[in-house]
């Protein structure tokens, strides 16, 4: 028993020993518990597709902000904000529906940034942006990540309950004299730098996994949002950390493996959970399913 | 009586594109007063509702409710609006009472840290709605009755002088309609105007001191006896648009 509680701590402590693994843990943790907050209401409202469509089309904004050499985030709000605007204009003109106008903003918009990655000479590898490179992050990348992520969160949780109502019903936070517009905006400006912070970890094609799985998860675990606040964050930091330590010990990418543990732990909770696959059967199986009434 | 009405249309005009929803709507709703919104599918009901809340801008026409523009009246929480059930989404992780606290967001600071006045304003209008036993439910395991009185206790909460109801009978059984038929007409006593959009007209002389026919104007406003004449009904529903209405 001892033999393998020290194997086990082993299996955690080995890897810190190295400074990029430290950095790569943090800035994974870190970029996860921002992206989870943020997925449970990307879940609830079903702007799953509209996280995707932000998370591809920031690539050219955090390309162009490269060469200019301005901050990836001021690139990345401008394009993903601007990504949505034009997603408007699209779908506004009544021939489009809406599925088809993200499709069409975002490939397009995601093909600009490959084609200025691919004539842009760089010291930096671009195209890390596009698969993320958690093991390269400078010291000053994660001071940047830090920054942003604790601005993003905060802003979060300190409007969650106006962003919750606008989740949740709209039309009532306009008729008690807020702006569901702004309120929409807020969060799509959240999305957007979120992206940011994500795309250096696990890059722009997976930051969508980590922008749904997380809330999806916990929605299965609970019927408040206030726990959905608590359980996504924690089971996305929990999996950041078996993904990066994975990564170490597989030597298999590690943006992968992140996705795939908060993958692997949405299956496990759908087949296994409370509310799950496992537990619908049994109570269809038993006194069949009461109906909820008073 | 010198108060301004609850609600105050006047000449209002809506356009979606090529199709006109309302076309000239006068309309003026005074205080302490069941209405109920009749008309047939398409006949502008919804639109009414949403262009009386702000959340649809007239094309032509003013809106104002008890004396203030929209924007002022929304901004002091004036306006209760309980949604049709299609347009909610019942899997939402979020309990009975805290669909009534969202009634006091307008009441509260930035951060919508609730107050002990607004936890006893929320446990007073559960009390009043009969959901105080089931207020940590979440809002779908409720039966079609019980949402909508959620819904109005979340107007009460809001200390909403106008409450509109878009179809609130839909779905609801029997014995839930009247429950909920009792307690609105208990709001308008308490002097709070009430506009309850429905196609139930049996329920009408019980629910409502006035009826407004509508089909895209208002064709009738008045007793609700008067509007269920035939004549009357045959031109809001299309039956007979030429019938003129006997005097």
């Known amino acids: 028993m001892i033999g393998l509680d020290i194997g086990l701590l082993d299996l955690v402590l080995e890897p810190l020993r190295y400074d990029f693994m430290v950095r790569a843990l943090v800035t994974t943790v870190v970029a996860a518990i921002v992206c989870a907050l943020l997925s449970c209401w990307l879940v609830l409202i079903g702007w799953s597709l509209m996280g ?47 599925d088809a106008a993200i499709g069409i903003v975002f490939t397009t918009l995601f093909a600009l940034g490959l084609v200025l990655i691919s004539v842009t000479p760089s010291q930096t590898d671009l195209g890390h942006i596009i698969f993320g490179n958690i093991l390269g992050i400078s010291r000053g990348d994660l001071l940047q990540i830090g920054v942003l992520a604790a601005l993003v969160a905060a ?137 909820a009434r008073a | 009586m010198n108060a301004p009405p609850a609600l105050a249309l006047h000449q209002v005009h809506v356009r979606y594109g090529e199709v006109t929803a309302l076309d000239g709507v006068d309309l003026e709703l005074a205080p302490g007063r069941v209405t109920g919104l009749i008309g047939m599918n398409g006949s502008g009901k919804s639109t009414l509702m949403r262009t009386a809340m702000g959340m649809q801008r007239p094309d032509r026409g003013t809106v104002r409710l008890a004396g203030h523009d929209p924007a002022r009246a929304r901004s002091r929480g004036l306006a209760g609006y309980v949604p049709q059930s299609e347009a909610v989404d019942w899997d939402f992780p979020i309990s009975v009472r805290e669909v009534v606290m969202m009634g006091r967001y307008g009441h509260q600071g930035p951060l919508r840290r609730p107050s002990r006045a607004d936890r006893a304003a929320v446990d007073e209008a559960l009390d009043r709605v009969e959901l105080a036993d089931i207020a940590e439910r979440q809002i779908g395991r ?75 104007r208002v064709l009738y406003h008045g007793p609700v006896a008067g509007a269920l004449e035939p004549a009357v009904l045959a031109r809001a529903f299309g039956l007979d648009p030429t019938a003129e209405v006997p005097a």
């Open chain 1, 52 to 98: 995707d469509a932000v998370s591809h089309a920031v690539l050219p904004g955090v390309v162009l902000a490269y060469i200019v050499g301005a901050p990836f985030a001021l690139g990345a709000v401008v394009f993903g904000l601007g990504a949505v605007a034009l997603i408007g204009l699209v779908r506004g003109t009544g021939r489009v529906k809406e």
């Open chain 2, 142 to 216: 409720l039966s079609g009755g019980q949402r909508k009185r959620a819904f109005v206790a979340r107007g009460i909460a809001q200390d909403a002088s106008l409450l509109l109801l878009d179809e609130p009978f839909a779905g609801v059984d029997k014995r839930s309609e009247a429950t909920l038929v009792r307690l609105l007409r208990e709001l308008a006593a308490d002097g709070r105007t009430v506009l309850v959009s429905t196609h139930d007209l049996h329920a009408l002389p019980q629910l409502a001191d006035d009826a407004v026919l509508l089909l895209r």
């Open chain 1, 155 to 291: 802003v979060l949780l300190a409007k969650r309950r106006d962003l919750t109502l606008y989740a949740f019903d709209p039309a009532h936070a306009h008729a008690i004299g807020l702006s569901p517009r702004r309120l929409g905006a807020l969060l799509l400006g959240a999305l957007a730098l979120t992206c940011v912070v994500a795309l250096q970890v696990v890059g722009v094609i997976l930051v969508v996994a980590m922008l749904i799985i997380p809330g999806a998860t916990a929605r299965l675990l609970t019927d408040r949002f206030s726990r959905m606040l608590v359980i996504a964050p924690v089971s996305a930091a929990l999996c950041a950390i078996a993904g990066i330590l994975g990564s170490f010990w597989l030597d298999a990418s590690s943006g992968g493996l992140v996705v795939l543990a908060q993958g692997l732990l949405f299956a496990l909770v759908l087949v296994l959970g409370p509310r799950g696959v496992l537990a619908a059967r049994r109570r269809a199986g038993g006194d069949g399913i009461v109906p």
